[in-house]
């Protein structure tokens, strides 16, 4: 079965420093590969989307997001954090209606 | 186009009543998914539905049922609500573009069991 794995439930940075927040996936087939924001008392909004047609992704809001096949990664950045962006990211794989979704990270921008 | 939306926004609920949760979507989509969202667990599926007229089971789908009316809207029905069923409830559709299928979320429903 599919699986993602998020490292870290919690990343803080300071406005304007770099994002990163790290996926790896699972599967048994090439994957298809999401990354979801979600503000607070909001449903989820798709960022950006991995389907096989370039590595690098990206998405809305600065983010992009690489895939990286000998790692099994699909990490999520963004240059310079700004104080909007604080809100949880949640990474997430599909394969036919069963799309599993990693823990979340929860991202804490600091003035 | 308002996207998914979903009714109630919140509800209090006592063990043993029972409620259905409900969700349209305007966006022309087949498939559609009830997930929940608990604290450090990210969401899991409860049910989804590939197209009118047809449910699945999905990750954790004991104490629910689902009910597709329509191409439209998909309704989450909990008969004996548990404290366990307390969470964060939503209902997405997705479309498929060059076999590539994307989900758009509704903003939720927040249910408490007491």
């Known amino acids: 079965a599919q699986s993602v794995t998020q490292l870290g439930s919690h990343v803080s940075v300071s406005e304007g420093a770099l994002v990163l927040l790290r996926c790896n996936y699972s599967?048994?087939?090439?994957?298809?590969l999401f990354w979801y924001v979600q503000y607070p008392n909001q449903g989820l909004q798709l960022l950006l989307k991995?389907?096989?047609?370039?590595?690098l992704v990206k998405g809305i809001n600065g983010f992009e997001a690489e895939f990286k096949k000998s790692e099994t990664s699909f990490h999520l950045t963004k240059p310079s954090a700004h104080m909007s962006d604080a809100a949880e990211y949640f990474c997430?794989?599909?394969?036919?209606?069963?799309?599993?979704f990693g823990a979340g990270t929860r991202l804490t921008v600091k003035p | 186009n308002a996207g998914v939306t979903q009714t109630p926004k919140f509800q209090v609920l006592k063990t043993g009543q029972s409620m259905t949760l409900q969700c349209a979507q305007d966006?022309?989509?087949?498939?559609m998914y009830w997930y929940r969202q608990d604290p450090g667990m990210g969401l899991r599926l409860i049910y989804y539905?590939?197209?009118?007229?047809?449910?699945d089971k999905g990750e954790v789908p004991n104490g629910y049922n689902v009910s597709r009316l329509n191409k439209r809207e998909f309704s989450l029905r909990l008969e004996s609500a548990a404290p366990s069923q307390t969470s964060v409830y939503f209902c997405?559709?997705?479309?498929?573009?060059?076999?590539?299928?994307?989900?758009?979320f509704g903003p939720g429903t927040r249910l408490l069991v007491l």
């Open positions: 997405a559709s997705s479309e498929i573009l060059a076999f590539i299928e994307t989900q758009y």
């Open positions: 599967s048994s087939v090439p994957p298809y």
């Open positions: 991995y389907t096989s047609a370039a590595t």
């Open positions: 997430a794989v599909t394969n036919n209606n069963d799309m599993r």
């Open positions: 966006m022309n989509h087949n498939s």
């Open positions: 539905s590939a197209s009118e007229g047809t449910t």
